[in-house]
């Protein structure tokens, strides 16, 4: 089926494995508690959505194999720590140091995790396979001598971010079909698919902390007056996006001021602090 475009399959032949190693600690004592769940988790289908109006198959699109890989939404590594705690302070303390500093809950969520999967693309790839108008995912090759692993660049995350977080002549486009004909004749420089696979690498690792400082006026017996002070990403902490521009083919146009590999976008929101009373009566 050379040559292919413009056209759908509706099957029901995709397929998804899961295997996970899940632990979880939990402590409560008086009005407080504490709890940690931690995942270790693989993630591996050939498609990670569920809408079929657009083709997201990858490479061969013929082949549901070639787009085994990662899931777009794994994260190998997630830590989810909850509590909530009873400050001990001013406990014995009587009428406007109780009143005022006795009587504080500190709670929060905190979360360490993985970032999000990408994968390396040759739009110029397929070209002996697929048709014009043809939209699909389309693997880049590893440049010779070349590994996965040394397609990240090193050392630590702000020069990463400023440097480019891939290494792009780790990379190379898909193989000509044929190098000799392509040589004799410029009608026969087809390519063919890359040999990356899907989700190869990961994004920057990401945490979050929200935190919450609360209190509890009681006026008489049936009056109840809530103060919360809410800090969302209590360290201002910046979680960074995947690379932006993952084609190789761009990087080539214009190796000098290519985005290819680089990090320009945020995930998240800055410090936002919210304050409430409730009365409830």
Same mark, same amino acid.
């Given at each position: 089926?050379? !040559?292919?475009?413009?056209?759908?399959?509706?099957?029901?032949?995709?397929?998804?494995?899961? $295997?996970?190693?899940q632990?979880?600690?939990?402590?409560?004592?008086?009005?407080?508690?504490?709890?940690?769940?931690?995942?270790?988790?693989?993630?591996i289908?050939?498609t990670?959505?569920?809408?079929?109006?657009?083709?997201?198959?990858?490479?061969?699109?013929?082949?549901?194999?070639?787009?085994?890989?990662i899931?777009?939404?794994?994260?190998?590594?997630?830590?989810?720590?909850? +509590?909530?705690?009873?400050?001990?302070?001013?406990? $014995?303390?009587?009428?406007?140091?109780?009143?005022?500093?006795?009587?504080?809950q500190?709670?929060?969520?905190?979360?360490?995790?993985?970032?999000? =999967?990408?994968?390396?693309?040759?739009?110029?790839?397929?070209?002996?396979?697929?048709?014009?108008?043809?939209?699909?995912?389309?693997?880049?090759?590893?440049?010779?001598?070349?590994?996965?692993?040394?397609?990240?660049?090193g050392?630590?995350? /702000?020069?990463?971010?400023?440097?480019?977080?891939?290494?792009?002549t780790?990379?190379?486009?898909?193989?000509?079909?044929?190098?000799?004909?392509?040589?004799?004749?410029?009608?026969?420089?087809?390519?063919?698919?890359?040999?990356?696979?899907?989700?190869? +690498?990961?994004? =920057?690792?990401?945490?979050?902390?929200?935190?919450?400082?609360?209190?509890?006026?009681?006026? !008489?017996?049936?009056?109840?007056? /809530?103060?919360?002070?809410?800090?969302?990403?209590?360290?201002?902490?910046?979680?960074?996006?995947?690379?932006?521009?993952?084609?190789?083919?761009?990087?080539?146009?214009?190796?000098?001021?290519?985005?290819?590999?680089?990090?320009?976008?945020?995930?998240?929101?800055?410090r936002?602090?919210?304050?409430?009373?409730?009365?409830?009566?």
């Amino acid at each position: 089926m050379n !040559g292919y475009s413009g056209y759908q399959i509706f099957a029901n032949d995709a397929y998804s494995i899961y $295997h996970a190693l899940q632990a979880t600690v939990s402590r409560r004592w008086n009005r407080s508690y504490f709890q940690a769940a931690y995942t270790f988790s693989k993630n591996i289908d050939a498609t990670s959505t569920g809408n079929t109006a657009f083709n997201t198959a990858y490479n061969d699109q013929s082949n549901i194999n070639a787009s085994r890989g990662i899931s777009d939404f794994n994260r190998p590594h997630r830590l989810s720590v909850s +509590y909530a705690y009873e400050l001990p302070f001013f406990q $014995h303390a009587t009428g406007f140091r109780k009143t005022a500093f006795g009587g504080w809950q500190i709670s929060g969520v905190s979360i360490f995790q993985n970032g999000l =999967p990408f994968s390396i693309y040759d739009s110029s790839a397929g070209t002996a396979f697929l048709g014009q108008g043809s939209t699909p995912l389309l693997g880049a090759s590893l440049a010779p001598g070349a590994r996965i692993a040394s397609g990240l660049s090193g050392g630590n995350l /702000r020069d990463r971010v400023a440097n480019g977080y891939l290494v792009p002549t780790n990379f190379v486009p898909a193989p000509l079909v044929d190098p000799a004909g392509c040589a004799a004749d410029p009608n026969f420089c087809t390519t063919g698919f890359g040999d990356l696979g899907r989700n190869i +690498y990961h994004g =920057p690792f990401q945490q979050n902390w929200d935190v919450s400082f609360l209190k509890h006026f009681r006026i !008489g017996e049936r009056q109840d007056i /809530r103060f919360a002070a809410d800090f969302f990403n209590l360290w201002n902490h910046t979680n960074f996006s995947n690379p932006s521009v993952t084609d190789i083919e761009q990087y080539l146009a214009n190796p000098t001021s290519s985005p290819f590999g680089k990090i320009v976008g945020t995930n998240g929101n800055p410090r936002l602090v919210q304050f409430s009373l409730r009365w409830a009566f």
